[in-house]
């Protein structure tokens, strides 16, 4: 069953997480489809706080994400992370090494947490990372944390 973009927009707009997650993965794919849907996104965006966490493998990036979470939690707002992965040579999708930290929040509604995969591009970032934090802005999340793949793991 296809699913337009305004379908998918409303959806996550009114808080269906399985929606959220298919249009972050719209998003990721690209194409018409993306484009349709960050048009309709656009107008609201722009009240979400971004936070970006970056630095060596092993520095403790994915400990200090979730050491975030919870007083961001605690002050009642829902947060979004975007973890930022080096790719499988298998799958294609992103290696999920360090989300056994943030484990503590997988069963909080108010926390999003959406993987992504390097896919090659280099930085730390995925390609439509700017992209997935308007749809999560858009949505309503209040804050939005970015966890880098790491500074020089994804060019080894």
């Known amino acids: ?12 707009r009114a808080g269906d997480r399985g929606a959220l ?11 018409p489809d993306a484009v349709d849907a960050l048009a309709r996104l656009y107008p609201h965006t722009g009240g979400a706080w971004t936070v970006g966490i970056t630095g060596a493998p092993g520095a403790g990036k994915s400990t200090l994400t ?15 992370v975007l ?8 799958t294609g999708g992103a290696i999920l090494g360090d989300r056994v930290r943030m484990q503590g929040h ?3 509604a108010e926390v999003f947490i959406r993987s992504m995969a390097s ?16 749809v999560l802005d858009a949505v309503g999340i209040p804050w939005v944390i970015i966890e880098t793949v790491g500074v ?4 080894v």
Do not use: Y
């Not at 020089?152 to 060019?155: M, P, R």
């Open 119 to 134: 896919r090659g591009h280099l930085g730390g970032l995925a390609l439509a990372t700017p992209q997935a934090v308007q």
């Open 1 to 12: 069953m296809s699913v337009t973009p305004a379908a998918l927009v409303d959806r996550a």
């Open 21 to 31: 997650a298919r249009l972050l993965s719209l998003i990721e794919a690209g194409g």
């Open 152 to 155: 020089g793991q994804v060019e």
């Open 106 to 108: 997988a069963t909080d």
């Open 66 to 80: 979730d050491r975030l979470i919870a007083p961001i939690r605690r002050d009642g707002a829902a947060v979004g």
């Open 83 to 90: 973890a930022v992965d080096p790719t499988s040579p298998f």
